[in-house]
């Protein structure tokens, strides 16, 4: 009983380092996995909102993320919850996009800017012919509606030319860079 907790929690501390280090490095861009739970809480839009002004956080510079599994599974209410977030100016993401229900038509309703394609389809595109035409579907099928691609765990630079040139929009993993430990604010209250 203590996602919403959770995701409460992580929201605030995102916001609250993201408004401490936004100034030093304005290019600076936060993404944050939503839990199903908070799809589905309508005061977490509130949260948010009242977040984005008392951290004076520009909305474009914060995308929320949800996965496929938690969009399809309640289609009406994630549409609306991310039409929400949209309108206060953040962006959106489909998350771990081909391992859930991979309906293509979907994806055409959802109010999301970016569809991150699952890692699971891109580690092996080096060597997997039906995963690299797997995420070539998915990048132009996403490309078709609107949306930008992300590929996720791109661990070689093998990979990250061969997602080059089937034209994904950004990528994320290991060759590109390790987590790091961001200093920021050292406490948060709501």
């Not at 489909?94 to 394609?117: E, N």
Request: overall charge negative.
């Amino acid at each position: 009983g203590l996602m919403l907790d959770i995701d409460r929690w992580v929201i605030g501390r995102a916001m609250a380092s993201l408004a401490a280090l936004h100034t030093g490095m304005p290019q600076l861009r936060y993404s944050v996995n939503l839990s199903a739970m908070a799809v589905c809480d309508t005061g977490i839009l509130d949260f948010i909102k009242e977040l984005l002004v008392r951290y004076n956080v520009e909305p474009g510079a914060i995308t929320f993320e949800i996965t496929e599994n938690v969009a399809i599974g309640n289609i009406t209410l994630a549409v609306q919850f991310l039409e929400q977030l949209r309108a206060l100016g953040c962006c959106t993401a489909l998350d771990d996009f081909g391992i859930g229900y991979s309906s293509f038509a979907y994806l055409k309703d959802l109010p999301v800017d970016y569809v991150k394609i699952d890692g699971s389809f891109v580690k092996d595109i080096e060597t997997n012919v039906l995963h690299r035409a797997m995420v070539k579907s998915m990048h132009e099928v996403a490309h078709a509606v609107g949306k930008k691609t992300v590929a996720e765990f791109v661990e070689s630079e093998r990979c990250l030319e061969m997602l080059r040139d089937i034209g994904v929009d950004y990528v994320q993993g290991y060759h590109i860079g390790k987590p790091v430990v961001v200093e920021g604010p050292q406490s948060f209250t709501e």
